[in-house]
């Protein structure tokens, strides 16, 4: 590569390296205001604050979850096909029984029950017929619970627009949850909290409190709040029979919408076809009664039934703000998790702390980086020169690159930086040595340039491709800052080979190897 050539390239570079380092330089060529434009180089927890959480997803509850649902549907199966027996009932947390009645069999082996009959062992005890899960199904039923806890937060958490947020499974059951720059923190503990397990039951107007009949129906309560003092005003119960209609599975959308009369917001539900038959069937069934839509166990709403609804659409309305609303839409949409979460840990670091970590990083980076840079201009003079300039452009480039994907620099990433100054400067003595030698062996300091810089590309070429590869180890296996350590060791090994081999050689090139007559050279 010519000298005009590297020109251009690393012209080009440091072009597009300052378009996402500054954003002064990247407001003048958007044509926007540079105090609008914000920098794309975002900060990690531990620089500019937040939020920790450690929750713990219970993960039995899902296993519970999971038996009561096959009892549900097997007894809706058992009706359609006209089976003869008493009831079908979840006896624990892993089992489901079904009484016959007496005399009365049924084959679950046989479609259409088989699909229910799967994930469980099966003992028949005179009219009693058991399904316990199986202990290798509840394995999977717990670990699946834990990884859609995480992806069902993980989609919460993305409607609150903080940057680069941080998920991650620790242990069996815990999910710890980082927040950088969170500023709103009720309204964030509001969103991960709740299960949001959306379900329609049929209530029994006739029935109280006190003479509800236990086995069939279940009392919940509607309650109203006032916004104001965060007081509970009154508790309004209703009666409701045992047997979930329909769940909020089967939502497709979730927003938030105005009454035309008294323009009071409520949340608009759309279900997918699956939901919209369903939800027809039940309105069909059911005119003249009132449906309550229950959100995890708290009554929303119990509306009259006045005709079919065979459109798929449904609503939540109650004593909501725009944004309740708006943040009960959100968590319909991003799905309900399936099985409560425990925050078991919470903690808040402030902006001072972030503060402090990013003036003592600072200070430790430029300092390391001075020091390096004295020492390369006295020890190895004019030479020295090329090689902090170079220096100064690989922290320029580690910082773009970092931009240029809208990563997060965390304090060990800022660690990763200061090693990279120290690998960028070691490509340098590597080669300044090797031209040191070959002037010891001949008096021709062209060709001692070239040479030195051809015999050290391969040991620069080795040392930095193996510590990419113990990178690259760390990004894949490593966790929280041990990944961000890797990302910015990663860039800044790439940075450092580019600049000791590319723009230190341009210097040399500009300042000795374009002159007629060189005699010597100053390293």
Do not use: H
């Given at each position: 590569m010519?000298?005009q050539?590297?020109?251009?390239l690393?012209?080009?570079v440091?072009l597009a390296?300052?378009y996402y380092?500054f954003?002064t330089?990247?407001?003048?060529f958007?044509n926007?205001?540079?105090?609008?434009?914000?920098?794309k180089?975002?900060?990690g927890?531990?620089?500019?604050?937040?939020?920790?959480?450690?929750?713990?997803v219970?993960?039995e509850?899902?296993?519970?979850?999971v038996t009561r649902?096959t009892?549900?549907?097997?007894e809706?199966?058992?009706?359609d096909?006209?089976?003869d027996f008493?009831?079908?009932?979840?006896s624990?947390?892993t089992?489901?029984?079904?009484e016959m009645?007496?005399?009365?069999?049924?084959?679950l082996?046989a479609?259409?029950f088989?699909?229910?009959?799967?994930?469980?062992d099966?003992?028949?005890?005179?009219?009693?017929?058991r399904?316990?899960?199986r202990p290798d199904?509840i394995?999977r039923?717990?670990?699946?619970?834990?990884?859609?806890?995480?992806?069902?937060?993980?989609?919460?958490?993305?409607?609150?627009?903080?940057?680069?947020?941080?998920?991650?499974l620790q242990g069996?059951?815990?999910?710890v949850?980082?927040?950088p720059?969170?500023k709103?923190?009720?309204?964030?503990?509001?969103?991960?909290?709740p299960?949001a397990?959306?379900?329609?039951?049929l209530?029994?107007?006739?029935?109280?409190?006190?003479?509800?009949?236990r086995?069939?129906e279940?009392v919940?309560?509607?309650?109203?709040w006032?916004?104001?003092?965060?007081?509970l005003?009154?508790?309004t119960p209703?009666?409701?029979?045992?047997?979930?209609l329909?769940?909020?599975e089967?939502?497709?959308?979730?927003q938030?919408?105005?009454?035309p009369?008294?323009?009071?917001?409520?949340v608009?539900?759309s279900?997918d076809?699956i939901?919209a038959?369903?939800f027809?069937?039940?309105t069909?069934?059911?005119v003249?009664?009132?449906?309550a839509i229950?959100?995890d166990?708290k009554?929303?709403?119990?509306?009259?039934?006045?005709?079919?609804?065979t459109g798929?659409?449904?609503?939540?309305?109650g004593?909501?703000?725009?944004?309740d609303a708006?943040d009960?839409?959100?968590v319909?949409?991003?799905?309900s998790?399936?099985?409560?979460?425990?925050?078991?840990e919470?903690?808040?670091?402030?902006?001072?702390?972030?503060e402090d970590?990013?003036k003592d990083?600072?200070?430790?980076?430029?300092?390391g980086?001075v020091l390096?840079?004295?020492?390369?201009?006295i020890?190895y003079?004019?030479?020295?020169?090329?090689?902090?300039?170079?220096?100064?452009?690989?922290?320029?480039?580690i910082?773009s690159?970092?931009g240029?994907?809208?990563a997060?620099?965390?304090?060990p990433g800022?660690a990763?930086?200061?090693?990279?100054?120290g690998?960028a400067?070691?490509a340098?003595?590597?080669?300044?040595?090797r031209?040191?030698?070959?002037?010891?062996?001949?008096?021709n300091?062209?060709a001692?340039?070239?040479?030195?810089f051809?015999?050290a590309?391969?040991?620069?070429l080795?040392?930095?491709v193996?510590?990419?590869?113990a990178?690259l180890?760390?990004?894949q296996?490593?966790t929280?800052?041990?990944?961000?350590?890797?990302?910015?060791?990663?860039?800044?090994?790439l940075?450092?080979?580019?600049?000791?081999i590319i723009v230190?050689?341009?210097?040399?090139?500009?300042?000795?190897l374009q002159?007629?007559q060189l005699?010597?050279?100053?390293?």
């Open positions: 010519n000298v050539a590297k020109g251009i690393i012209l080009g440091l390296a300052l380092v954003p330089y990247r407001a003048y958007t926007t205001d540079p105090l609008s434009v914000e920098g180089l975002n900060l927890l531990d620089l500019q604050g937040g939020m920790y959480l450690d929750v713990e219970k993960s509850e899902a296993v519970r979850e649902r009892a549900q549907e097997l809706d199966v058992m009706i096909e006209q089976v008493i009831e079908v009932r979840q624990s947390p089992e489901a029984v079904i009645e007496s005399g009365k069999t049924v084959a082996e479609s259409p088989d699909r229910f009959i799967v994930q469980y099966l003992l028949t005890e005179g009219d009693l017929i399904l316990t899960l199904e394995t039923i717990r670990q699946n619970a834990v990884k859609q806890a995480l992806e069902v937060l993980r989609n919460r958490i993305d409607g609150l627009g903080i940057s680069e947020p941080s998920l991650q069996e059951n815990s999910i949850i980082q927040l720059g969170l709103d923190r009720d309204k964030a503990i509001q969103l991960i909290g299960q397990v959306l379900e329609f039951y209530t029994n107007p006739d029935a109280t409190p006190n003479t509800y009949n086995l069939t279940v919940k309560y509607q309650e109203v006032d916004k104001s003092t965060n007081t005003l009154r508790k209703y009666v409701l029979e045992k047997k979930v329909l769940t909020g089967f939502i497709r959308d979730a938030v919408r105005f009454d009369q008294t323009n009071q917001p409520y608009g539900l279900f076809s939901g038959d369903r027809a069937k039940i069909r069934r059911n003249g009664r009132n449906l229950v959100l166990n009554v929303q709403s119990a509306p009259v039934i006045r005709e079919a609804i798929g659409e449904a609503s939540i309305s004593q909501f703000t725009v944004e708006s009960l839409g959100l319909l949409r991003s799905g998790l399936p099985a409560p979460i425990e925050i078991r919470e903690r808040t670091i402030g902006a001072s702390l972030g970590s990013v990083s600072l200070n430790a980076l430029l300092l980086g390096v840079l004295v020492f390369m201009a020890y003079r004019v030479s020295g020169l090329f090689a902090v300039s170079a220096l100064v452009f690989n922290i320029i480039l910082l690159v970092l240029a994907f809208g997060t620099l965390t304090l800022m990763g930086i200061v090693l990279t100054i690998m400067v070691d340098n003595v590597l080669i300044f040595q031209i040191q030698e070959e002037l010891r062996r001949t008096e300091p062209r001692a340039i070239r040479e030195g051809a015999k590309f391969r040991t620069i080795d040392a930095n193996t510590t990419l590869f990178a180890a760390l990004l296996f490593g929280g800052p041990i990944k961000g350590f890797a990302v910015t060791l990663s860039i800044g090994i940075a450092s080979m580019f600049t000791a230190t050689r341009l210097f040399f090139d500009l300042v000795y002159r007629r005699k010597a050279i100053s390293i």
